[in-house]
C-alpha cells in the first residue's frame, strides 16, 4: 500500500487508488491512512466525523463508510496474484481495512507513507545535525521537506481530529525546514538562500528563528543595512501584533551585525535551534502553501 497525507490525499493498493470521492469516507480513510497498522477507535473517527455531536445513527454510518471503503479495496485487489494455500492466501478487503475490538485498522502490509518516510528521514538529518555534519543533514532534511505537495490533508475537509493532526505535522515541517537552513547556512550557502527566506520570512511574519537566518544569510552577503532591516521590520510586528519584544538572543545578533564586519560568521547568535521556546511560540497560524 503507498499511502500519501502530506498534500492531496492518495491511498493505493497494487497501484490502484482506494481513496473515494464523499467527503466523509474520505475523513475516515484519511484518519485511517495516517495511523495506519494501528487501531483507530470509533470514538476517535466519530468525533472526527460530527464534532462530539455524532446522530443517533453514527455507528451505523460509520460501518456504511467502512463498506464503502472495502468495496474500493475489493476492486483494488481483483489483480492480486495469489493462491488459495498457507504460503500466499489471497487476501479479502477485510484482511485490508480490519475490523478490530473497538475500532478500525488500516492494514499497509509494508507499503510506504510519506509521514513515516518524513519522520524516518528528519530524524536522521537532525543526527546529522547533532554530529556535525552539515552537508549530509542538509541533503536528508531537503528530501524529507521534498515529499510535501501542500498542507498535510490538503483536499480533506478535516475535522477536530483530522485538523490537529495537521497542525502537528506542520510544525514538523517548520522546525525540518529551519534545520535545514541551519545546515545550509554553516555551509556557506548565504546567497542561496536569500530569495527562499525572503518569501517564507513573508509568510511567517513574527517567526523569530527564520528572521534570525535571514539577517545572518544578508549579512552574509554584505547587505548589513538590509539585515538590521529585517529586524525592525520583525520587531514592529511583534510589538503591534503581540505586545511583545524580540528575545534576547535576536537582540544580540542585531547588535553584533552593527558592530561586525560582513564576513564574519556571527554563528554563535545566530543559531537558533527549533529546541529553543522562541521557534514555537511565535510561529503564527499561516500554512503551509
Known amino acids: 500500500m503507498q499511502i500519501d497525507v502530506l498534500g492531496i490525499l492518495d491511498v493505493r493498493e497494487n497501484g490502484v487508488s482506494i481513496t473515494p470521492t464523499a467527503p466523509k469516507p474520505r475523513q475516515v480513510l484519511a484518519l485511517l491512512a495516517l495511523h495506519a497498522d ?7 473517527l466519530t ?59 488500516l492494514v499497509s502490509g509494508g507499503g510506504a507513507s510519506d509521514v513515516r518516510q518524513f519522520e524516518r528521514l528528519t530524524a536522521t538529518g537532525c ?24 498542507p498535510a490533508f490538503a483536499d480533506i475537509q478535516t475535522g477536530a481530529r483530522l485538523d490537529m493532526e495537521a497542525k502537528r ?12 537552513i541551519e545546515a545550509d547556512l554553516r555551509l556557506g550557502r548565504h546567497r542561496e538562500l536569500l530569495a527562499e527566506l525572503t518569501v517564507l520570512t513573508s509568510r511567517y511574519h513574527t517567526h523569530e528563528n527564520l528572521h534570525a537566518q ?5 549579512h552574509r ?36 551585525i552593527l558592530v ?24 503564527g497560524s499561516a500554512r503551509y502553501a
Do not use: N
Open 38 to 44: 494501528q487501531v483507530v477507535p470509533v470514538y476517535a
Open 47 to 105: 468525533e472526527e466525523l460530527w464534532a462530539g455531536q455524532p446522530p443517533r445513527s453514527a455507528r451505523t454510518t460509520l460501518q456504511t463508510y467502512v463498506l464503502q471503503l472495502r468495496d474500493l479495496i475489493t476492486v483494488a485487489l481483483e489483480g492480486e496474484a495469489c493462491a488459495e494455500s498457507e504460503s500466499t492466501p489471497c487476501r479479502s478487503a477485510k484482511d485490508v481495512l480490519v475490523t478490530a475490538p473497538g475500532g478500525y485498522m
Open 127 to 150: 543526527r546529522a545535525m547533532d554530529a556535525g555534519d552539515f552537508k549530509e543533514a542538509s541533503r536528508l532534511l531537503r528530501d524529507a521537506l521534498d515529499l510535501w505537495s501542500g
Open 169 to 180: 505535522l506542520e510544525e514538523s515541517r517548520l522546525c525540518a525546514l529551519d534545520q535545514r
Open 214 to 218: 535571514f539577517m545572518l544569510a544578508l
Open 221 to 256: 552577503s554584505g547587505r548589513r543595512g538590509e539585515a538590521l532591516e529585517v529586524y525592525h521590520r520583525l520587531r514592529g510586528m511583534l510589538v503591534r501584533d503581540l505586545g511583545l519584544e524580540p528575545s534576547a538572543r535576536l537582540r544580540r545578533l542585531q547588535q553584533s
Open 260 to 283: 561586525a564586519a560582513p564576513e564574519s560568521s556571527l554563528s554563535a547568535e545566530a543559531s537558533l535551534s527549533t529546541s529553543a521556546p522562541l521557534a514555537s511560540a511565535r510561529v
